[in-house]
């Protein structure tokens, strides 16, 4: 224990340290929210590795998951970074970092309204992001809070206030300066972590080594050591939602909209792919030797959610086991910065200063943006100790309403000139309208227990939709002017 908390009271100075250190290289919005849009490769690659894995991939989807799926969980892991990182970068870094320049645009509801000329879709996208990044914040607390209650014994709703704090601290001091400079000490962190915790869970006497794992798990279903796992479609259907889902999170398409240049963006697609590789396949490989290192048994009364950090507490020796609880907390407070920082500025920059009061002085939306920081946090707090939803429930209802209403707008608006409004509209509406008719559906089968319902499928078919319906509806309505369609596009060859 004195370890653990040694461990832990470093990294907490560490992060305050660096928030106090940026605070004096702010000195305005653009400082705060794009770090002046000068970041390098390492750090913007290490800023969408980290912001891409939390406590939700290791606690919630690599327990849960690696339980029910085995070693083919392990695609997942693969799936992020070739898909979610690797032709994610090739296709929309570089693009977005011209086109978001270029129309001088620094958020993603910013980005809708100026490609489809549209303020209320500015507005709609700002509150839905606003609203629906607090299933997902409160996600990564409640991996946070099972996995610190199993290591320190402290009651998770008190795990929950120290983390929802320190976050604000940090996060209000040096906004995305602050965040990006933490990501790099973070991701170190996390690698190190990762590697010794595969170790140390492989050569565990229940588990006795890789080829003594897998005849483990083939003894308690044959369907677990296999390639593809007892239930393919599902594990397809969470490929999808934890890979191709980033390509409409504003929290992921940001770091595009503040790197520095080409060359770094060709650097930091390696950089970002290889650490998504390590890290997320490191977790789910762990995953995968769930049952054996649990004797088959879930513990906490069935708790999904706290098969990793029993597995780890029972593995690993007390100075590995503070590493990894720094991991853990490394791996979601770089997400939780990105997130915080992006539902923050949808309300001060997209609302206040693009819609209600456009003439509002650089200070006072600077406040705001701290303000609403606070607010985010708060409601993401009082969320996270809601005790029916799953954390990869949690996730999933995120995931698969942004991504789900935004991945199609984004990408067929970013790479072809033929989108329209209406198509735009309809990749909203039909977004939103698989997730909430597939919830209406399966809620009721399940007693409203949300944790109950596969909710990553949902989300995986709203993001399938809404990718169908948009160049569809786009190829029948009304295009937009020459005009327009230079003022956009025209912008980025002048970039290139």
Wanted: proline content about 3%; charged content about 10%; some cysteine.
């Amino acid at each position: 224990m004195p370890v653990k908390i040694a461990l832990l009271v470093l990294f907490i100075f560490v992060t305050v340290s660096v928030g106090i250190y940026s605070r004096r290289r702010v000195n305005g919005i653009n400082d705060f929210f794009l770090g002046s849009r000068k970041m390098g490769a390492w750090i913007t690659a290490f800023a969408y590795g980290t912001s891409y894995f939390s406590a939700v991939v290791f606690v919630g989807y690599a327990g849960k998951f690696g339980w029910a799926n085995g070693l083919s969980v392990v695609w997942i892991g693969i799936g992020n970074a070739v898909i979610g990182c690797l032709i994610a970068w090739i296709l929309l870094a570089r693009k977005t970092r011209v086109m978001t320049h270029k129309l001088n645009v620094s958020t993603l509801p910013e980005f809708f309204g100026a490609r489809y000329d549209s303020m209320a879709m500015k507005i709609v996208s700002a509150l839905v992001i606003f609203v629906f990044l607090v299933p997902y914040t409160a996600s990564i607390y409640k991996g946070l809070g099972y996995m610190f209650e199993s290591a320190f014994g402290l009651p998770m709703n008190t795990i929950i206030l120290i983390m929802t704090v320190l976050t604000g601290i940090y996060l209000i001091l040096g906004g995305y300066v602050a965040a990006a400079l933490n990501d790099m000490i973070q991701g170190v962190i996390m690698l190190i972590g990762s590697v010794l915790m595969i170790f140390y869970i492989l050569n565990h006497p229940d588990v006795g080594g890789l080829s003594s794992g897998l005849a483990k798990l083939a003894s308690i279903d044959s369907n677990l050591a296999s390639a593809f796992g007892p239930t393919p479609l599902r594990l397809g259907a969470l490929v999808l939602l934890t890979s191709l889902g980033t390509w409409g999170l504003p929290q992921m398409l940001h770091k595009f909209y503040a790197i520095r240049d080409e060359q770094a963006i060709r650097r930091g697609t390696v950089i970002s792919t290889l650490f998504a590789l390590v890290i997320g396949g490191s977790a789910y490989f762990v995953g995968a030797f769930g049952r054996v290192m649990l004797n088959n048994e879930v513990p906490g009364g069935g708790n999904m959610d706290m098969i990793i950090p029993v597995m780890l507490e029972k593995a690993l020796p007390d100075v590995l086991m503070g590493i990894i609880i720094v991991l853990m907390l490394s791996a979601s407070m770089s997400t939780l910065s990105s997130l915080v920082l992006v539902s923050s500025s949808v309300i001060s920059i997209d609302l206040i200063k693009g819609f209600i009061r456009p003439n509002i002085d650089e200070k006072k939306d600077m406040f705001l943006m701290r303000f609403f920081c606070f607010i985010f946090v708060v409601l993401s707090y009082f969320m996270a100790i809601w005790e029916n939803p799953t954390i990869d429930a949690l996730m999933a209802l995120s995931w698969g309403v942004i991504s789900g209403m935004f991945i199609a707008p984004y990408l067929y608006g970013l790479l072809w000139k033929g989108t329209t409004r209406i198509g735009a509209w309809s990749g909203f509406a039909t977004g939103f309208l698989v997730m909430a008719i597939g919830l209406m559906i399966e809620l009721p089968k399940a007693g409203y227990v949300m944790g109950k319902v596969f909710v990553p499928g949902i989300g995986a078919i709203a993001m399938l939709a809404s990718l169908t319906v948009v160049p569809v509806v786009s190829l029948v309505t009304k295009k937009y002017s020459e005009a327009h369609i230079s003022k956009v596009f025209d912008s980025e060859q002048k970039a290139a």
